[in-house]
Nanobody, 123 residues
Framework: QVQLVESGGGLGQAGGSLRLSCAASGRTFSLYTMGWFRQAPGKEREFVAAISWIGGSPYYAGSVKGRFTVSRDNAKNTVYLQMISLKPEDTAVYYC????????????????WGQGTQVTVSS
């Protein structure tokens, strides 16, 4: 069992930055791929970014590539999402999730989810 708690969301301005954190419980955190998804009102939850358990080969959705950076600190059981050059269309609830096996971009392959943190970007 893994429990995830996101933090760092809030109100940002277009062109600004925010950093999200996701703290995980469980001694096997370092073995899992960690993903970030987001869900805007009236839309489906979509893939944002993921990072493998060894911390290499991050993956990004095209809409955030070059603006968002995913990283992890296995010693702290924490994964981060640094967001810069924010846009109003980045407004959503952001979720972190654990992938034990499967495709990093497939929402249905993720096993554990956090409760989400709201990010609102004003123009």
């Amino acid at each position: 069992q893994v429990q995830l708690v996101e933090s760092g969301g809030g109100l940002g301005q277009a062109g600004g930055s925010l950093r999200l954190s996701c703290a995980a419980s469980g001694r096997t955190f370092s073995l899992y791929t960690m993903g970030w998804f987001r869900q805007a009102p009236g839309k489906e939850r979509e893939f944002v970014a993921a990072i493998s358990w060894i911390g290499g080969s991050p993956y990004y959705a095209g809409s955030v590539k070059g603006r968002f950076t995913v990283s992890r600190d296995n010693a702290k059981n924490t994964v981060y999402l640094q967001m810069i050059s924010l846009k109003p269309e980045d407004t959503a609830v952001y979720y972190c999730a654990v992938l034990r096996s499967g495709s990093y971009y497939q929402r249905s392959d993720y096993d554990y989810w956090g409760q989400g943190t709201q990010v609102t970007v004003s123009s």
